[in-house]
């Protein structure tokens, strides 16, 4: 049984990185996302290769594609403009680094001019950080781009108890005053909420948390949300799961928060559909039900769920 976490417990369960390359990113794609004005606009998104995270959080498999050393100058754009020639024309950017783009030894301030240059043809840009990494870095990186920008980071959850335990190192206190940093400074926030947590194991109190939480970031100023329900697969998620201090979310519990959050009504809602047939028990129902929670990323609307004997 895993009595505290601490960077050294998060690590020893972890099974091998993959091999990467600093030229490369790790992946890039192009999708489709609708906008703070309702729009739905084309999304390039860039999953750049880089320095590991510092934080180490319990629930976190980011790590795997990482580099155990400070990325070299020079290849962030190196990586962007490999992506870029290789994906169509788009209207936003993504630029997720796995960890944090104001990491300086992620992402190397000596970059930032290149980058912005790289991303002149976009109107919006999208990062993503940690509520702690915050200062005068952030409105300069802004400064320099062509389009506005907009930060995404990670609430997780606002359950006094469980917080403290996944090793993010922040308070709920830390995320508001780095929203309403940023808010002030003209960029937008986007939260990730976390669906079943570790050491969050009873079924109700995961909905009702997930809730509370995405509430919250909306009352920080956050202008959208995106829910990722917590898997195992990074070694120390499957020793919790053995002891029972995390259970997988189900897709019903899933398509509950996602319902309920949009008809808050406060702003986007996004629900993480990445390998969710992790959640799922009928191969019956799960396609169409995949489906609609995509349809309903795109729409925001909440559409009529999908009928099954299993349910
Ligand atoms: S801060 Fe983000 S990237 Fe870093 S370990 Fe935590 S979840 Fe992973
Ligand atoms: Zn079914």
Not at 109 to 124: F, N, T
Not at 182 to 193: G, H, M, P, T
Not at 283 to 299: G, H, I, W, Y
């Amino acid at each position: 049984m895993i009595r505290q976490i601490t960077n050294k417990t998060v690590e020893k369960y972890r099974p091998q990185k993959a091999e990467v390359d600093h030229s490369i990113p790790y992946l890039y794609l192009n999708e489709k996302e609708v906008q703070k004005d309702g729009t739905v606009q084309d999304v390039n998104t860039i999953f750049l290769t880089n320095r590991e995270c510092p934080f180490k959080c319990v629930m976190c498999d980011l790590w795997r594609h990482t580099l155990d050393k400070p990325t070299p100058k020079g290849a962030i754009p190196r990586q962007i403009e490999y992506a870029l020639e290789r994906l169509p024309n788009a209207d936003v950017v993504k630029l997720y680094n796995s960890g944090n783009f104001f990491d300086g030894k992620a992402i190397p301030r000596y970059d930032y001019e290149k980058i912005s240059d790289l991303l002149s043809g976009y109107d919006h840009v999208i990062v993503e950080n940690h509520p702690r990494l915050i200062g005068s870095f952030i409105p300069k990186f802004r400064d320099m781009l062509n389009s506005s920008l907009e930060i995404a980071m990670g609430l997780e959850t606002i359950h006094p108890k469980v917080l403290p335990k996944l090793n993010k190192q922040i308070t709920k206190e830390d995320f508001f005053e780095a929203t309403r940093f940023l808010n002030q400074e003209e960029i937008d926030v986007r939260a990730f909420i976390l669906l079943n947590p570790p050491f969050l194991t009873d079924p109700k109190e995961n909905i009702e948390w997930c809730l509370k939480s995405v509430e919250f970031a909306f009352d920080s100023g956050c202008t959208a949300c995106s829910i990722i329900p917590v898997r195992d697969g990074n070694g120390i998620m499957e020793e919790l799961k053995k002891s029972g201090d995390y259970i997988p979310p189900t897709l019903t519990a899933l398509e509950t928060v996602f319902e309920r959050s949009l008809q808050m009504n406060n702003g986007r809602v996004f629900c993480d559909v990445w390998d969710l047939e992790k959640f799922s028990d009928c191969d019956v129902c799960f396609e169409p039900r995949k489906k609609r929670l995509e349809k309903m990323n795109l729409s925001q609307n909440v559409l009529p769920g999908i009928n099954c004997d299993c349910n």
